[in-house]
Nanobody, 126 residues
Framework: QVQFVESGGDLVQPGGSLRLSCAAS????????IGWFRQAPGKEREGVSC???????????YYADSVKGRFTASRDNAKNTLSLQMNSLKPEDTAVYSC????????????????WGQGTQVTVSS
């Protein structure tokens, strides 16, 4: 059974940190471009980060300008997981964060989704 499950969302004060995780089962993350996207109420979905697949020639990680320098995405191929370390959080980071696996990265956006999760809520507020 294919599953892609996020965890780690919480309520945090501005300036705080959170670490989100995404666990995959039924498929191998390394074969895909993987990343995170977020959606806040009343706003369009935004690609947060994208990591190229293992077979990609560049093997790069891309970030949206809004999170560059504050967020770090990583994959653990042995555990088949994807993580997002979020530091210096701002109220505007409040959103539902979801992970996706697809064909390739187009900047910070995973293009051509094959699998995606249901999301975890991150709320940044004092």
């Amino acid at each position: 059974q294919v599953q892609f499950v996020e965890s780690g969302g919480d309520l945090v004060q501005p300036g705080g940190s959170l670490r989100l995780s995404c666990a995959a089962s039924g498929f191998t993350l390394g074969s895909y471009a993987i990343g995170w996207f977020r959606q806040a109420p009343g706003k369009e979905r935004e690609g947060v980060s994208c990591i190229s697949s293992i077979s990609s020639s560049d093997g790069s990680t891309y970030y949206a300008d809004s999170v560059k320098g504050r967020f770090t995405a990583s994959r653990d191929n042995a555990k088949n997981t994807l993580s997002l370390q979020m530091n210096s959080l701002k109220p505007e980071d409040t959103a539902v964060y979801s992970c996706a696996a697809g064909r390739r990265c187009v900047g910070a956006v995973v293009f051509g989704w094959d699998y995606w999760g249901q999301g975890t809520q991150v709320t940044v507020s004092s």
